[in-house]
């Protein structure tokens, strides 16, 4: 059974910081990219940060020298530190995992093509 769970959400100040978790079960966590997108209240849910299965990294123009994204497939964990943390970026944040794109069909059908958590909220507010 897939699990993925964040956690480290939660209610700060600008300027403060967050480091969310995404802790995952139940497919090879190796053979995924992993991503954090967010959805704020009244906009469409948007992807904020991608690290691919060899660790390679992607972020949105909003959040780059900002955010940091990491993981450690040992532990089938991923991480989003957030610094300067603004109003704007108050949001749901969702871990999202993806099939790596050469793996066989096959593989996707065992275990998955796509994962989603369930989300955490992150509030950003004087």
């Known amino acids: 059974q897939v699990q993925i769970v964040e956690s480290g959400g939660g209610l700060v100040q600008p300027g403060d910081s967050l480091r969310l978790s995404c802790t995952t079960s139940g497919f090879p966590f190796s053979n995924y990219d992993m991503s954090w997108y967010r959805q704020a209240p009244g906009k469409q849910r948007e992807l904020v940060a991608t690290?691919?299965?060899?660790?390679?990294?992607y972020y949105a123009d909003s959040v780059k020298g900002q955010f940091t994204i990491s993981r450690q497939n040992a532990k089938n964990t991923m991480w989003l530190q957030m610094n300067s943390l603004k109003p704007e970026d108050t949001a749901v944040y969702y871990c999202n995992a993806k099939v790596r794109g050469d793996l066989p069909t096959w593989f996707a059908v065992q275990y998955g093509h796509e994962h989603w958590g369930q989300g955490t909220q992150v509030t950003v507010s004087s």
């Open positions: 690290i691919s299965s060899l660790g390679s990294t």
